[in-house]
């Protein structure tokens, strides 16, 4: 059974379109996160929500928009995509603060 | 404002041999700091974490050393295996933030 789940695992897409990247988890947990990866590895927290309820937005722009219909699903939608969103995207969960973070197996985003 | 600071960028081991790879971090609010490790294609897996409390913490071949006056923590990777070449990320949060600060990355290759 696979803990954080992440639909697609690779996005190509042109500039300008719009896409959406899906995430479940099955473990419970009431906190859900996306993390951008960047073509340097680098692991940056996009948003954080806790029972449904946005709790970071780290200064992601507008056109990155996260849904959560109930807390064992956060979807993220991205507007116009640019050239710069290519990135490998990570949804992770957490049953509380400052504990183990599971991550799913990523989504590899190119925009072509 | 880069607020976990990881070295090296890459580090080559050969088999047996310890690895080490340092974290400093600025943020004295910081509680938790977990080590993950990264396989291609895959996301982070929690490979152990420490809190304040405690100044080293050992699982198996794995042990994180912690200094808190000097804000900088250290994982070792003892009998080092070409199965353990991986990117390894220090991360910390504190409680409430809802989120984990990612050192950059550490490219390990075990030489067999």
């Known amino acids: 059974d696979t803990a954080v789940s992440q639909t697609p695992k690779y996005l190509v897409t042109q500039m300008g379109n719009d896409k959406s990247i899906k995430c479940e988890q099955n473990l419970g947990h009431d906190t859900m996160y996306w993390y951008k990866q960047d073509s340097k590895k680098f692991l940056k927290i996009m948003f954080s929500y806790n029972n449904k309820e946005l709790i970071i937005n780290e200064t992601v722009p507008n056109r990155f928009s996260p849904k959560s219909p109930d807390k064992a699903h956060l979807n993220l939608h991205i507007n116009s995509l640019e050239l710069g969103d290519s990135a490998v995207y990570f949804c992770?969960?957490?049953?509380?603060?400052?504990?183990?973070?599971?991550f799913g197996q990523g989504t590899r985003l190119t925009v072509v | 404002q880069q607020q976990v600071k990881q070295s090296p960028q890459s580090l080559i081991v050969q088999k047996g041999g310890i690895s080490i790879i340092n974290c400093a971090y600025e943020n004295t609010a910081f509680d938790y700091f977990p080590w993950y490790q990264q396989f291609p294609g895959k996301g982070p897996a929690l490979l152990i974490a420490i809190r304040p409390d405690v100044s080293e913490k050992k699982e198996g071949r794995f042990t994180i050393s912690f200094n808190k006056s000097a804000k900088q923590f250290s994982l070792h990777i003892m009998d080092s295996q070409p199965g353990d070449s991986a990117t390894y990320f220090c991360a910390a949060s504190s409680q409430g933030a809802q989120k984990l600060v990612f050192g950059q990355g550490t490219r390990l290759t075990i030489n067999p």
């Open positions: 992770a969960s957490t049953a509380r603060t400052n504990t183990e973070a599971f």
